[in-house]
C-alpha cells in the first residue's frame, strides 16, 4: 500500500510539471560533448565510413579540427568554459577535483554553486526558457527545467544511482522515465550500458519537453582512450558507438523537420595522447617524510601534496611561508627528468589557475600523472591522457556546427571552446556578458 501511494505520489508530481515545456517553432540549439573528441580524427582515412553522422554533419555545416581547450584540459574546467565562455581561474572551476590530500582528492567539483559566472544556463532560466541537461559536469544545483546532472557517488553510505536520483531536475524525473517504460531501474550504469541509458533519458525528454536548449554528455570515448589509448579499436568503437547515437537525433530531426529551428553543435572537451609511464609524485613526497599515505584513499601529515591530472600535476605547500621547505621541494623536483617543472612566476596565461599553486608540472612525452597512491612512484601503465597544455596538438579537440543560421560548407582554421557559450547566446539572443566572442564565420546573418 505504501509502494502505491509513492507510486500514485510521483505520478502526480509527474503530472503537474509536465506543461512545462517548448514549442517545436522556437529557435533551439542542442550542444552535446563527445568526451575526448580528438581533431585528428577528422584527418582518418575512414572517418567518413567509420563516423557517417558525423562526416554528414562537418561537410554540411560548419567544423573546425583545431579547438583549443582550457588549462588543465580537463572535463570539468572544459564543460564549464563552454557554457559560460570563460576560462578557469575566472569561472572557477581549476580541476576536476578539490584541492583535499587528506582523502586523495575523490572530491570533484559537482555543484554548480563552485561556478563564479553566469552560464548560458543561467541566462535561459532569466528568460524563462526550457533547458535540458543530460550528464552535464558542474550542474547539481543548476536551474535546469529537466534532467539529471553528472555526480558520482565517492562513499560507501549512498549509491551513484540514488546520488543522481536526489539530484535530478525536478523531483521523479527519473522515476518518470521508469514509471513510462523509458529506462529500466535495474539497467547496468557502466561503460555502454550507462551511454544508452543517458541516451535513452535525452530522446525521451527532448520528444516531450521540446527544449531550447539542451546539454549532453556522452562518455565512454574518454573511459576507453584512457584504458587502451586514443587509436586502439576499443577508442574507435567507442567513436563509432556514439557516432550512431547522434544518429537517432539526425533521424529525429530530420523526421520531424526540426532544421529550421534546430542548431546542433558537437563538440570535445579535449584531445589525448598516448604514454607507456604513470607518476605518482606523493610517492615521492613520502619517502621525503613530508606526507603519510595511510592506503589508496588517505593521506595524513602532509606538508606538501600533489593532486595528479594525467598531463600535469599542481603541488601546494602547507606552510606557504616556509622558504627554506620551498626550496627542499623545488630541489627534489627539479631531479626528475619526466616532467617539466614550472614555478608560480613561469605560469603565463592560462597555466596560472590558482594563486595557491607552488608548483606546476607538466609531464613530458610517454609519461602521466596518477593518484593511484598505492603504486610507487614510477608505474609501467600504458594508456591514454589529457589534461596538460591545450596548445599541444595532440589535446586539441574537434567542432562541428549544423542547423539553424549555420555556414555550410565552412571549416574554421581555429576556435577555442569558450567559445561556444557566445555562440549559444547569439543563437538564442541570451545576452550573455563573457570574455569570448562568437567564431566570425560560424553564423550567419540572425537577422
Known sequence: MIRFLSIISVGVVIFSCDGNKGDWDDPRVILISIDGFRGDLFKEPEFPKQFPNLHRL?????YCNNVSSVFPSLTYPAHTSMITGEIPIKHGIINNNTFHPEINFLDWYWYQDSVYVESIIDKIKEKELVSLGISWPVTVGAPITWGLPEIKSTTDTISTVALVMKHDMPDHFIESAQLRGIINPKASTEGYSRDILLHKIFMDAFRRKRPHLSLYHMLQTDFAQHDHGKNSTEALDAFAFMDSLIGNIITFLDKEDLWSSTTLFITGDHGFRDVKKQLNVNRLFADQGWLEIVDKNTIKNWQVACLSTGGSAFVRIKDRDNR???????????????????????????LLTSEETDFLLLANKNYAFSKSLDQPYMNNKPGGTHGGDPEQNYLKTGFIAYGRKIRPGTRLENMNITQIAPAVSDLLNLRLSCSAKTPAELIRSLD
Open 324 to 350: 627554506a621547505f620551498k626550496k627542499k621541494v623545488r630541489l627534489l623536483l627539479a631531479k626528475q627528468s619526466e616532467f617539466e617543472t614550472l614555478e608560480k612566476r613561469h605560469m603565463n596565461g592560462q
Open 58 to 62: 562537418a561537410t554540411s555545416g560548419t
